[in-house]
């Protein structure tokens, strides 16, 4: 299969090597990791031991084919950018699947793309950046896939099979719109308070009132969720945070990699997307929209 990489940082990177090793994988990305990529190959260490030598390029302009699968991993407030940019490489049966963070990416994707080509995913690796041309995977997780008609199409199982023959579990998901919910939820109680505390994961349930506060926050997540339509249990959404916390004990969020880095953070389409939903539906929302708020101040003008 020929695939294009957009947004080639930690989980992109993870996902091109590993797919690199079957298929055809352009990484499209930005200098210095780029360039390390192209010099000397795209180390992965961790849970995943990996040098791969997989064509990487800084412009999407110099992608030299028509891509089968275009796995879309820009952070969230790139999205609509980069789905401009990628509409010129799509053909009639390529596929557009978006496996990032936040509530927002379909519908800023379906601005520039037809609906028929977009996918949705979920991923619950972990991994960040050691240096320019190397990567470490922290976590291994599971990955969902899904139609936004939620049915369980042919190419849909085709996409499954590569993945799962690149070592990437993978299951198909007949409700990915939930997956994704299930996913902010998590990131919703876990990232904020890590970045704003500058704390591994792990510490957020060594600390009884940060133990709490995990807990009220997946509660309050949840209750917007569900005046969506999305029905998930306040109980299981906390069993399940803990749950992710624990398997990421000494890792360091993603939001708080932004915020060491002095980059801008994705609290927009994560707390800030379920402020905007609660608002709509007048429910309130005063721990999201505190973590919204110290995020925020903290984010690169």
Known sequence: MNIVVFGSGAIGSLFGALLAKQNKVVLVGRAPHITCIQQKGLIINGKTRLT?????????????????????????????????????????????????????????????????????????????????????????????IGELDVSRSKRLASLSQIFNQAGIETQI??????EIWRKVIINSSINPLTAFLRCKNGYLLENPLLEKTVESICKESSLIASSEGILVSPLEMIRKTKEVIQDTNPNYSSMLQSIQQGKKTEIDSINGALLRIGSKHKIATPLNRILFELITSLNPS
């Open 52 to 144: 791969m030598r997989v064509s990487a390029v800084e412009s999407i302009k110099e992608v030299s084919f028509s891509p089968d699968l275009i796995l879309l991993t820009v952070k969230s407030y790139d999205t609509e950018t980069a789905s401009s940019q990628i509409r010129p490489l799509l053909y009639n049966r390529t596929m557009v699947v978006s496996l990032q963070n936040g509530l927002d990416n379909i519908e800023k994707i379906e601005q520039n793309i037809e609906k028929k080509h977009i996918l949705a995913g979920v991923t619950t690796h972990g991994a960040f950046f050691s240096k320019p041309g190397t990567i470490t995977h922290t976590g291994i997780g599971k990955t969902f």
């Open 173 to 178: 998901s007949t409700e990915i719109i939930r």
